[in-house]
């Protein structure tokens, strides 16, 4: 029988407002996506942060440049034998921000 990941419970039932810092206007809410699938050992992403696109637009231009500020990303290589990482253990130099 395989075992297929699964969700722990949903989410809340009801939407909650976005937090808007009043100095600025700017939004404060943050999101965390991890996406562990994959058959097989996993190499890496391909271009790093130019590899990695949020509706179609990549974190970061061929310059060098980013398109989203205060953003970061994380690859980790794990297998099933392996300890989950800590927070600062998965942070890369390759992130936008450091742990």
């Not at 509706?55 to 970061?72: A, E, H, I, V």
């Not at 994380?74 to 392996?82: G, L, M, P």
Request: charged share 20%; hydrophobic share 25%; glycine share 12%.
């Amino acid at each position: 029988m395989l075992n297929y990941p699964s969700g722990s419970g949903g989410g809340k039932k009801r939407q909650e407002s976005p937090t808007v810092a009043e100095t600025t206007g700017i939004s404060t809410d943050y999101a965390q996506v991890l996406m562990a699938l994959g058959e097989g050992q996993i190499e890496g992403i391909k271009g790093n942060a130019q590899g990695v696109f949020l509706d179609d637009t990549p974190l970061q231009n061929q310059d060098g440049t980013f398109n989203f500020q205060d953003m970061t990303y994380n690859f980790v290589r794990w297998n099933i034998e392996s300890k989950y990482p800590s927070k600062c253990q998965r942070s890369q130099q390759r992130n936008h921000r450091q742990c």
